[in-house]
Antibody
């Protein structure tokens, strides 16, 4: 069974940094692209980043480009999201998600339960 | 960015009924559309991709249709476990974008 477990969320002040982790199990992590998606309170889903299976390609939403960095450690089956210069509008539940097989990089077929990030002074 | 519009934010129906949830893209996205379900306390679940391809494990009462800008998720013969939130997502181009969601409540 595919499992994705996020951690590292919390309450931080504006301008600070935070690093989320997502530990994967139940599939060959090194063979799939991975995403971060977030959902602000009472808002819809916002895709924020994608990393290819081998880290050769990374893509970001404009809202986080230059502030957030997606990375992965295939030896640890772990996906990361390093978030810098956090703003109040980054307050959200952050989900990691696995890409569907093959060329379906942009479809997410498994999601974690999410990690909550609150940015407030 | 491609805007995805789910015009119905809320829908209530009785078990056994058939319901349709619509999703409209701001430009043609061919069939690069996925549907997801979220139930309280559970992870998001992929139901359909490529507009109409059922993900493994998705019950056959779910179907997807449409191409271009207009898409529909249909649930025939609703089961009580089908309540929840439904989102569409386009993957025609980056940034990937989602609809605002349709909450399906079972009467």
């Amino acid at each position: 069974e595919v499992q994705l477990v996020e951690s590292g969320g919390g309450l931080v002040k504006p301008g600070s940094s935070l690093k989320l982790s997502c530990v994967a199990s139940g599939f060959t992590f090194s063979g799939y692209g991975m995403h971060w998606i977030r959902q602000a309170p009472k808002r819809g889903l916002e895709w924020i980043a994608l990393i290819y299976y081998d880290s050769t390609n990374k893509y970001y939403a404009d809202s986080v480009k230059g502030r957030f960095t997606i990375s992965r450690d295939n030896s640890k089956n772990t996906l990361y999201l390093e978030m810098n210069s956090l703003r109040s509008e980054d307050t959200a539940m952050y989900y990691c998600a696995k890409s569907l097989y093959g060329s379906y990089y942009y479809v997410m077929d498994a999601w974690g339960q999410g990690a909550s990030v609150t940015v407030s002074s | 960015d491609v805007q995805m519009t789910q015009s119905l934010s809320y829908l209530a129906a009785s078990p056994g009924e058939s319901v349709s949830i619509s999703c409209k893209a701001s430009k043609s996205i061919s069939n690069y559309l996925a549907w997801y379900q979220q139930k309280p306390g559970e992870a998001y679940k992929l139901l359909i991709y490529s507009g109409s391809t059922l993900q493994s494990g998705t019950p056959s009462r779910f179907s997807g249709s449409g191409s271009g800008t207009d898409f529909t998720l249909t649930i025939s013969s609703l089961e009580p476990e089908d309540f929840g939130l439904y989102y569409c997502q386009q993957y025609y181009e980056k940034p990937l974008t989602f609809g605002s969601g349709t909450k399906l409540e079972i009467k």
